[in-house]
């Protein structure tokens, strides 16, 4: 895997570690220049239908998600057999290799300060309907700076009802697990808070609350022992801080924090003024893993043997007294029977409103109204999967007690896997995606490789699972970036080519004028004026100049130059300047006694200008007439 390019951009540079699911490796994307972290889920689990359904859940779940406490998802892609979700990079260690390397457990107030980030990291997913459901130290990163980004949710479904055990096997880690986790029962919000608990349990302690040899045993005792408070493990825990852990770690969901939001709150109360608190084998076990169904109806069979046996005896009792009453009632008169017909006639119910509540709420509320609950049918909506769309019979009707209320469920949001519209024109890019019921947010972009109006790229990828009305980012080609057009006038012919050749550009005609006072091959004008924007590798005409035939004539004549009176040899240059060049006409030593010396000198027709230097130094200029 090493070597191996994803998704035409994605490097794989080394492997970071795996769990019971995915592998994870350290990527770089070559597109936008960054090192990422990619989990691919495990060949062995490729070609299982649930555990792709699961990888891909994890990737909805955490993309939907934006916290500094919680790892960023920017990317989800498939390639083959290979699933794969691209994440944000941490450099750090897990809380678990930060309580190893400790060798026993943390510092107090560290350990709140990394509890308090990941209440937040959990306040925030559970404000967004996500359960976590396998909070434990392997999933928490702690960087260099101390900020916790809470990984992996792999095993989280939107909230609002949803068990894990109405189609499979419980998912998680022994050593964390809830009791309503352990029993495969309905899990809410408040499993996360409990195996916060746990989590911030084993930084005070340096140690797991329950330990033993195999999943099974260490759950069950999440059922049926209780915790040892931190302190008596570690004295330098307060005991306002025992209150805190106990109060995470309740049996009972209702005697537990009931939000991520509550739990902070204690934490930071404990930390401002304590006093202001009031209250009414390892790597086996800590591997996650999938328990199979045998494995939990074996503890639900262990944790509820002596709930039965009780049921059983009160059933007993209850038959026992029903059969007295009857032989009783049976020796009365038949003016008792009316009485007897009243005692036992099942009475009338009003049916209460459950349209609104969650499928685990609308099952409590029906219970205790004495009435049974059952799944008619479940529809994609707006509202979160399991919440109560309709109810038959509806509120305030009369039934019996015992009658059966049947409901309509919300399935979530349609789920829709992204197609690809790369290559296509971004008109027909749009209707596509608007027929399949997501949007088309259009971005255009210069582009040197794809034709304009056509889409380069897109975001969600192709293959991403998203909900119904999702926006769909559409990266269109405006066509090549454009050049400036540069001022080439007053340029020879060969600088203006190669001042256009680096601006993106190349020469078009050129276009001759005959001069009398310009210099041959000089730009006169541009077909396009300089500053202007036009596309790269445009033509630019050029209308360069050249010397007319009459202009191209010599003439000679006699220059008659005084010399100065000084003593000894002088050299005398006589030079002769016109249409800006400067050509040696003359150079000779004399004496003064030589003066006045007659000099010939040559030029083109028109004016000229002639100089004359005497060693060195400018001593006279004349204009003069050709």
Known sequence: MIGRMLGNRYEILGKIGEGGMAKVYKAKCHLLNRIVAIKILRPEFAADEDFVKKFRRESQAAASLSHPNIVSIYDVGQEGDIYYI????????????????????LDVYRSIEIAKQVCKALDHA?????????????????????VVKVTDFGIARAANGSTITYTGDVVGTAYYFSPEQARGGIVDERTDIYSLGIVLYEMLTGKVPFEGDSPISVALKHIQENIIPPSKLNDKVPKELDQIVLKATAKDVNL???????????????????????FKKEEEITKTRVIPSKDIEQLNRISQKKEKEARKKKILKRVAIALLVILLLASLSY????????VFRVSDVVVPNVVGMSLNQASKILSEHNLKIEISDEKYSDKPENTVLSQNPSQGSMVKAGSTVYVVISKGRQVLVVPNVINKHYLEAKTELENMGLKANIIEQYNDKFPKGYVFDQNPRQGVQVEYNTVID??????????????????????????LENAGLKLGRVIYKDTTDVPDNTV??????????????????????????????????????????????MKVDVYVIQKGQKNLEYSKEHTYQDSPITVPVTAHKGTAIIEVDIDGQLYRVVEAKF
């Not at 941490?90 to 390397?101: A, D, W, Y």
């Open 335 to 342: 003016g008792t029977v009316y009485v007897l017909n009243n």
């Open 126 to 146: 559970h404000r967004n309907h996500i359960i976590h459901r396998d909070i434990k130290p392997q999933n928490i990163l702690v960087t260099e700076d101390d």
């Open 474 to 499: 559409l990266y269109v080609s405006k066509g090549m970036q454009p050049a400036v057009v540069p001022n080439v006038v007053n340029m020879s012919l060969d600088e203006a080519k190669a001042v």
């Open 256 to 278: 537990r924090y009931q939000t991520a939001g509550d739990f902070l709150k204690d934490l930071e109360t404990f930390l401002k003024n304590p006093a202001e608190l009031n």
């Open 524 to 569: 006169l004008e541009q077909s396009v004026p300089g500053n202007t924007e036009v596309q790269k590798g445009s033509a630019i005409d050029l209308i360069v100049s050249r010397m007319s035939q009459e202009s191209l004539q010599q003439q000679t004549k006699n220059v008659i130059i005084e010399l100065p009176n000084k003593p000894g040899t």
């Open 86 to 105: 691209v994440m944000e990079y941490v450099k750090g260690r897990t809380l678990k290799k930060l309580i190893s390397e400790n060798g026993g457990p």
